[in-house]
């Protein structure tokens, strides 16, 4: 298994739209950090296993659907750290196991199918408690790695990364954007592509998680968020989607740039800036887009 790879990779992207705009886009490749626990979700897991680990509890639960990138992140790190861990899976079982959870399974993890009413209950004391008796003192981590541990790693993945005028990254629950706004300058700021229909509910969801990540003492880099926005038009038709003229562009944008990526998040992100860069909405800035990871899905 290879390192964990920290700083990761910046890598300029050259084009002529960005040329003519006056744009300097580069992309910053968390994809690259490990060839198993990578993207943000290395970043969310972090602290919630440093935690399970100080509180001696030695198995993580978890939940996710079928393909989620959170759940094969947490098999390989449960299997390198020594969790044992157990994955609550969305759905009914499907055999032969998909590519993701053929490779959690690999990795040691104990799947659950639970059924999507049930699924829907996950945040619900009664749940948990059921959990509790059924499996005995775990480290519970939500779906996602959404919670103030998760937000708490995202604060660090532009620890070591100055400079840049707007960070753009896909948005799936918001935390990541939430944590990393929390570890920048009032110059600078992060605009979120959701890849959920709708995605303008994230607005309520992101400032509430602000609100209870400086209410708690969690450490901050600073303590008051950048200027942040949500551009919710780029979802292809909601969360995992695909359209043929989004797959050709990822398809044409690995040419042209060597850079892969994944149809459900980044994709839909870097389509959505180059649009916007065509469109004249960037001008004159420096963009660092965040690869979040995710290419285990395709
Ligand atoms: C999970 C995930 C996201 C979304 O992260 P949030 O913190 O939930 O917004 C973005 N990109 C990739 C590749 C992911 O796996």
Known sequence: MSAIFFPPLIQQINSEICANADVKLFGLRLDLMHSQINGNKWFKLKYNLVEAKERK????LTFGGAYSNHIYATAAAGNLFGFRTIGLIRGEENIPLNPTLEFAVAQGMQLIYIDRQTYKKRHTEEL????KQRFGEVFMIPEGGC???????????????KGFDTICLACGTGTTLAGMTLSLNQEQKVIGFPVLKGGDFLYEDINNLLTNYLASDLPTPVNFPAPWQLVSDYHFGGYAKVTNKLKLFCQDFQEQHDIPLDYVYTGKMFYGVMDLIAKGFFKSESLLLIHTGGLQGN
């Open 57 to 60: 509890l030695t198995t993580i």
């Open 147 to 161: 919670n103030l541990n998760g937000m708490r790693g995202c604060t660090e993945i532009l620890q070591t990364v």
């Open 128 to 131: 948990q408690n059921q959990l």
